[in-house]
């Protein structure tokens, strides 16, 4: 058993969680199983765990390509390298994954998770050893957000004695990744440094030339102090600290269908001053104490901060974009002045926003046995606040012979001028009661949030306070729970679960006196997992009986940009869920492992009522009951193979992404085509890749590993907003060396 100060990081309630996942069902891991405790202390509620064998084997820094191994995860593509997932969970909406709770090492970490939570920040991949997901009942412990489920991060963790780790890899577009991390434990001091470094040229090719790639920085430390192993009490102290830089060549712009089909690799003139920048910081202490056998508390103390200027194009020739891609023929001398083939003037849009996210969050598990039962209770709170200063800034340009010029700077603050604040207070209660294999876990979740807006308004630069809006709101919520989960000795469970989940309404308008209702939801789920003779199965069907399902206004999802929310009434979302992994030669007397891993999700998700829509990704214009809620795929399916040796390993991942709809709406699905407009188009194609990754190590120091992404070269739109259609990344090739020492 590990002392106490080599536990992985748990906080908020995260007890073994991760742990627990892996045991019970590993992606792609078809290693032997090891059962902490015993199999009734399964999770209620369906969840997976993808831990650092398996992204050893994948090699894969975009996030999206990960989780999509994992059912009931939906993901729209954006930039290709995975940077800003756009992640839904069981039919949440996936725009900037503002509808699922995002958490590193169980911290909060979008920029501002309540008062602004488009999670325009994502930490670097490549720097994660596992990854969680959790979905039904299991994650009531994990708001604010728990109508989908969470998404949890696992960073790199202290080793037990001195290790460190090197990665270099080059590949295709000039992309180029850096990693390096070094760590120990020592009798009472522990440690780990790590930096990580990833940058590319871009594959998308730029009128008139230029690089429309990225480079990202990424440090990391942990120190902790721990008690000597001997002492009556044990705790330990760990503080960590996250660094971030970004600069991205990256646009909101996307293409007309006909310039996607001559070539979907393209990227317009009025682009080539897009850019982001980005900063991020953040610094945690943890504490963790452990004042009896039975009893055991983690507390956190957070804060961090996030700049975030995402700078682009917004109207040329005094059009708006989504107007020229809606019909450039109308609107021609705006589409020549976009592509550099007339001269014109550009309005340019820097979107400046601070964001801060503050906090000290503290769980206590307790335990004890009576006969042949036993009792765990889960206790915690989490006070937290976080801001969203929004500073949006219009300047133009003229477009001069394909290069756009500067013509006039514009005063800061003149197109969004505004702070968001928000303060919350969320608890939790948790309780396992086991009786031989059935177990069973009530719990109840509160939300207490007061949300405060300040509008300063275009022309008021200095925020003198002369043309202040403002508006406030408070809100507080109950969110019960109970789960079931009962352990066959033949080495399967049954499952089930019932919790009523939740999102937080967003700011308050201060245009109007209509206020977002929260949105709330009752949850129902129902699964099944097999664990025996190497073959693991987790089924799942669920139902998300939603009322007041919430929309949003927002620029990343074709919307104004004013972030505003709106309720779109009773909805119902509801799919299955299924997941397999056996080792071909699983009975064979063999060194040689041929895994073999399945995962499909069916969503059907509609809308119960009549309404008028309020913007966004849903669109404009009235939604009727049945329409099926847009950018929610159907079908997904992901397939692997792996061959493995004691020094080689191969793994290809095959990923299909059904049609899905852009718009709400029933019957015929129309997708781009030459002779339908912009605006009419109502679906996407579906499409299929194949991902092509190989290790091999040739020293116990040195493995070199290869991937290919897109082995097939498929081209596909992967989404239409935020303005135009976006192609997939094209085949990719990486070579690299890692290094254990």
């Known amino acids: 058993m590990k002392r106490l100060f080599v536990l992985p990081l748990i906080v908020f309630g995260y007890t073994l969680q991760a742990q627990q996942l892996k045991d019970t069902f590993p992606v792609l891991e078809l290693d032997p199983v090891t059962i902490i405790g015993s199999r009734a202390n399964l999770i209620p509620g369906a969840g997976q765990y993808i831990g650092s064998k398996t992204l050893a084997k994948m090699n894969q820094p975009n996030i999206n390509n990960v989780l999509r191994t994992i059912p009931g995860v939906n993901i729209r593509d954006e930039e290709g390298f995975g940077l800003r997932p756009n992640i839904g969970l069981r039919g949440t909406p996936v725009n900037r994954?503002?509808?699922i709770t995002l958490m590193e090492d169980g911290v909060l970490i979008a920029p501002a998770p309540y008062a602004d939570p488009a999670a325009y920040y994502f930490p670097t991949f490549l720097r994660m050893q596992g990854v969680e997901v959790l979905k039904g009942s299991s994650q009531i412990k994990y708001g604010p957000y728990t109508v989908g489920g969470a998404v949890n991060l696992i960073s790199t963790e202290i080793p037990t004695s001195f290790k460190g780790f090197a990665q270099l890899s080059v590949g295709s577009f000039g992309t180029n990744q850096q990693r390096v991390w070094v760590g120990?434990?020592?009798?009472n001091f522990d440690y780990v440094f790590e930096v990580n470094r990833m940058a590319s040229n871009g594959f998308k090719q730029l009128d008139n030339g230029g690089n429309t790639g990225?480079?990202?920085?990424?440090?990391?430390?942990?120190?902790?102090?721990?008690s000597d192993s001997k002492a009556k009490i044990q705790q330990s102290l760990m503080m960590k600290i996250?660094?971030?830089?970004?600069?991205?060549?990256?646009?909101?712009?996307?293409?007309?269908?006909?310039?996607?089909?001559?070539?979907?690799?393209?990227?317009?003139?009025?682009?080539?001053k897009d850019?982001?920048?980005?900063?991020?910081?953040?610094?945690?202490?943890?504490?963790?104490?452990?004042?009896?056998?039975n009893i055991i508390i983690h507390t956190t103390a957070y804060y961090s901060t996030t700049f975030r200027d995402w700078a682009r194009v917004n109207t040329i020739g005094g059009q708006s974009i989504n107007n020229i891609l809606g019909n450039p023929t109308q609107f021609a001398t705006s589409y020549q002045i976009m592509t550099g083939q007339t001269n014109g003037s550009i309005d340019f849009q820097s979107a400046a926003r601070t964001y801060i996210s503050k906090g000290i969050q503290s769980n206590a598990q307790f335990s004890y046995t009576n006969g042949e039962v036993k009792h765990k209770w889960q206790l915690g709170v989490r006070i937290h606040?976080?801001?969203?200063?929004?500073?949006?800034?219009r300047s133009n340009y003229t477009m001069t012979n394909g290069t756009m010029i500067l013509n006039s700077v514009g005063v800061k603050g003149n197109q969004e001028n505004q702070i968001r604040n928000a303060r919350a207070i969320a608890a939790y209660m948790n309780y396992d009661i086991e009786y031989k294999g059935l177990k069973i876990s009530p719990g109840v979740r509160y939300e207490r949030i007061e949300f405060d807006f300040q509008n300063f308004g275009n022309n008021d630069n200095g925020r003198l306070g002369a043309g202040l809006r403002s508006a406030t709101n408070t809100m507080s919520i109950v969110l019960p729970g109970i789960g079931f989960n009962y352990a066959f000795k033949n080495g399967s469970d049954l499952f089930a679960g019932i919790h009523k989940g939740f999102s937080p309404p967003g700011m308050p308008s201060v245009n109007s006196t209509t206020q977002a209702k929260v949105e709330t939801a009752i949850n129902y789920e129902l699964g099944y997992r097999y664990d025996q003779n190497g073959l693991h199965i987790q089924a799942a069907a669920f139902l998300n009986d939603y009322a007041n399902i919430l929309g949003?206004?927002?620029?990343?999802?074709?919307?104004?940009?004013?972030?505003?929310m709106f309720n779109a009434g009773n909805a119902t979302i509801k799919g299955i869920e299924l997941s397999a992994a056996y080792n071909l030669l699983e009975n064979k007397n063999t060194n040689l492992k041929l895994p073999l891993q399945i995962a499909y999700t069916y969503t059907n998700a509609s809308f119960r009522e009549t309404f008028q829509n309020g913007g966004g990704d849903w669109g404009t214009g009235i939604i009727r009951k049945g329409d099926l809620i847009p950018f929610i795929t159907p079908h997904l399916f992901t397939a692997s193979l792996g061959l493995e040796t004691n020094k080689f390993n191969t793994l290809l991942i095959a990923r299909y992404v059904g049609a899905t709809r852009t718009q709400p709406g029933q019957g015929t699905l129309i997708v781009p085509d030459n002779n339908v407009a912009y605006n009419n188009v109502n679906a996407l194609k579906s499409f299929l890749m194949i991902d092509l990754s190989a290790n091999y190590q040739f020293t116990k120091t040195f493995t070199a590993f290869s991937t290919i992404n897109n082995l097939t070269n498929n081209n596909a739109i992967v989404a239409n907003l935020p303005n135009g259609y976006r192609p997939n990344m094209p085949i990719g090739f990486t070579l690299g060396l890692k290094a254990n020492f």
């Open 242 to 272: 996250v660094s971030l830089t970004e600069t991205g060549n990256e646009s909101y712009l996307g293409l007309t269908y006909e310039d996607y089909k001559v070539n979907p690799l393209r990227r317009y003139a009025a682009t080539q």
């Open 97 to 99: 994954s503002a509808k």
């Open 385 to 393: 606040s976080d801001q969203a200063d929004r500073y949006a800034t």
């Open 552 to 564: 949003s206004d927002n620029m990343s999802a074709g919307g104004l940009g004013t972030g505003d």
């Open 275 to 293: 850019l982001l920048d980005m900063k991020h910081n953040h610094v945690s202490l943890l504490h963790t104490i452990r004042p009896g056998k």
């Open 214 to 226: 990225f480079e990202r920085r990424d440090l990391m430390a942990k120190l902790r102090w721990h």
């Open 184 to 187: 120990d434990s020592q009798q």
